[in-house]
């Protein structure tokens, strides 16, 4: 299996190392100084879960251009740029490649296959011409659900903080082929990669999450642990959280954890700064169209009021574009 990882960043680098050290012919697209470093000096995996600090040669490159044709490819990068450069990503699939997004957020095609009144909604919030739509097609995706936390320690340095499991599965929910070969090859690589037969409620799951903590830890300056502590910041998380999760219910989405049980397992991350977070540090755009503004047009859509996710949504916006990172 030829594996193209497009976003060699945090995620997309630690499952491009993890790959290619069992074997897997796998290529790697980045840019600017994290490409450079990886082309000179290889990439460089930090983990102690895995007890590891090495680093491998790759074929980098910082665009597509004369690639060919893939039959895996891992998209890594923040939901806006998926978004940006979606006909030029069409051009390294063939007829039956395999699309796994591992992006945060509403995913743009969460209503392939999904049947009823919404079957095929486009979301204006994450694909707003319709551009993965078009070029990548549904047809091609499997969801998948990212837990690890990782970050980009220096250019072509990843250091994993913590976690191994990434969910995936069909938008059918049917156990394919293609879905059990990409399993297989992601647990052979030392991962965790259940899959789902409710992917939709496992993306929900990480979504009530992300849509709380991560616009929050923007406003706040402050870490999943501190925000999960405070009595305050903890109320407005749950009030998110209650919104998001009433979105679900109109959509017969299960939830599989309580809130306090969601808020719990962010608490025990400890002081790990969220990656929108890490991104406002960076002055890079911010994934709130995805994360969060997704979940205010499902609301209008389903005829939930959001007025929580609204007002943090707004202020989260406001502090992007104050600090020169606006909302992508």
């Not at 007890?51 to 040669?57: A, F, T, V, W």
Request: aromatic share 8%; charged share 25%; with cysteine.
């Amino acid at each position: 299996m030829r594996i193209c990882i497009y976003g060699a960043g945090a995620i997309g680098g630690m499952l491009g190392f993890l790959l290619k050290r069992i074997g897997v012919d796998v290529t790697l697209i980045a840019r600017r100084e994290h490409y450079a470093s990886i082309k000179k000096n290889g990439l460089t995996f930090i983990s102690t879960e895995y007890n590891i600090e090495e680093s491998l040669r790759f074929d980098i490159f910082d665009n597509l251009e004369n690639l060919g044709k893939f039959d895996l490819v891992i998209n890594s990068l923040k939901a806006h740029s998926a978004n940006q450069t979606a006909s030029i990503v069409s051009t390294i699939l063939h007829e039956n490649s395999i699309m796994l997004p591992t992006l945060n957020g509403v995913p743009w095609w969460f209503f392939h296959k999904f049947g009823g009144k919404f079957d095929n909604y486009k979301l204006k919030s994450v694909d707003p011409n319709q551009s993965l739509w078009k070029n990548v097609t549904p047809s091609k995706v499997l969801g998948c659900v990212v837990y690890p936390a990782a970050i980009i320690e220096r250019p072509g340095v990843i250091k994993h903080i913590e976690g191994k499991r990434f969910i995936i599965g069909e938008p059918d929910n049917a156990k394919s082929e293609r879905v059990s070969t990409v399993s297989d090859l992601l647990i052979k690589a030392g991962l965790k990669a259940p899959i789902s037969r409710d992917i939709r409620s496992d993306i929900w799951l990480k979504l009530i999450g992300n849509s709380s903590f991560n616009p929050l830890s923007v406003i706040t300056q402050n870490t999943l642990k501190e925000i999960c502590e405070n009595e305050d910041t903890k109320i407005i998380i749950e009030n998110m959280m209650n919104e998001a999760i009433s979105i679900g219910e109109k959509l017969n989405i299960k939830m599989k954890l309580t809130i306090e049980k969601r808020i719990e397992g962010a608490r025990n991350v400890g002081n790990h700064k969220t990656s929108t977070l890490q991104d406002y540090k960076n002055k890079r755009p911010l994934e709130l169209n995805a994360l969060i503004k997704s979940l205010i047009e499902l609301g209008e859509l389903t005829e939930v009021k959001t007025p929580t996710l609204n007002t943090i949504y707004r202020l989260a916006k406001f502090f992007s574009e104050k600090k020169g990172c606006p909302a992508g």
